[in-house]
């Protein structure tokens, strides 16, 4: 249930901001409900607190992608 977990997610970022697993995951939440542009934000904040790593970076591409962004 995709809502709920990114009710959950939110939450989870209110209480600790720079988790970064928390961000993924409210951004995959987010993508399941069409709200893509939403996801993109999560995931680059993400991608900012670990710039390294290569599956926040290629889950923000995909994302891009569908936004018709590169």
Known sequence: R???AA???AAALR????????R????GALLQLGRTAEAAVQLEQA???SPDDADIRRNLEI????????
């Open 7 to 9: 009710s959950a997610f």
């Open 15 to 22: 209480a600790e901001p720079d988790s970064v697993d928390a």
């Open 2 to 4: 995709p809502a709920d």
């Open 24 to 27: 993924c995951n409210l951004g």
């Open 47 to 49: 991608l900012r607190l």
């Open 63 to 70: 994302v891009r992608a569908r936004m018709g962004r590169p």
